[in-house]
């Protein structure tokens, strides 16, 4: 079945350095991937996602690009802050898994100054 | 006002008690979920709906039922509530897109003793 793996954490990181999640899928068709954030005490909301092959979703500095070949969809800021701090999701979806959402299992950042 | 709106934000509960969660959205979505999220495990499908008369179990939904009430409104309940349902409870909704994002709710906190 369609399946979402990321990297496990905990990940503790200083102020400005890189930051990057790792996510791979398993799905058939050609699913759409988003990466999710959870700030403390929040509901989950959606930082960037990408719909095609590589196709590169960006937002608040993050990024992460659709790549078939691998099946993955790892998640790249350059810079991170401490207000980055937060719970991240992979996940996919698409008409193949009837347009249920599969979530990797979450990879909670801190950001130390 | 948030457009997905969770009641009540909190909740302990004894074993063997009835409980509901309700959640209502302005989005004007058709689709509504409720997922679980426990530490470690991510976030777990309990039941979705794709409209008013669509009702569709999902990876865990032993234990649990729903009623969507209107296009607006969708209600989890737990017939008898025992300790391993403790956890993180979300509502949220999609348009009707196989790349369309989830919208969340800020979340249900359930505690069963």
């Known amino acids: 079945g369609d399946s979402v793996t990321q990297m496990e954490g905990p990940v503790t990181l200083s102020e400005e350095a890189c930051l990057t999640i790792n996510c791979t899928y398993t799905a058939t068709g050609y699913p759409s991937l988003f990466w999710y954030v959870q700030y403390p005490g929040e509901g989950l909301q959606l930082l960037l996602k990408?719909?095609?092959?590589?196709d590169k979703g960006s937002n608040k500095g993050f990024e992460a690009t659709y790549r078939k070949e691998t099946t993955s969809f790892h998640l790249e800021k350059g810079s991170v802050q401490v207000s980055d701090s937060a719970v991240y999701f992979c996940?996919?979806?698409?008409?193949?898994?009837?347009?249920?959402?599969?979530f990797g299992t979450g990879t909670s950042l801190t950001v130390i100054p | 006002d948030a457009d997905v709106t969770q009641t009540p934000r909190n909740r302990i509960t004894k074993t063997g008690k009835r409980i509901m969660l309700e959640c209502s959205q302005t989005?004007?979505?058709?689709?509504m979920y409720w997922y679980r999220q426990d530490p470690g495990l991510g976030l777990r499908l309990i039941y979705y709906?794709?409209?008013?008369?669509?009702?569709n179990k999902g990876e865990i939904s032993d234990g649990y039922s729903v009623s969507r009430q209107a296009q607006a409104k969708f209600s989890l309940s737990l017939e008898s509530a025992i300790p391993n349902q403790t956890a993180l409870y979300f509502c949220?909704?999609?348009?009707?897109?196989?790349?369309?994002?989830?919208?969340f709710g800020e979340g249900s906190r359930l505690t069963v003793l």
């Open positions: 996940a996919l979806s698409g008409w193949n898994t009837g347009n249920q959402f599969y």
């Open positions: 989005k004007g979505h058709d689709r």
């Open positions: 990408a719909t095609k092959a590589d």
């Open positions: 709906s794709f409209d008013v008369k669509d009702i």
């Open positions: 949220a909704t999609s348009e009707v897109s196989n790349t369309g994002e989830l919208f």
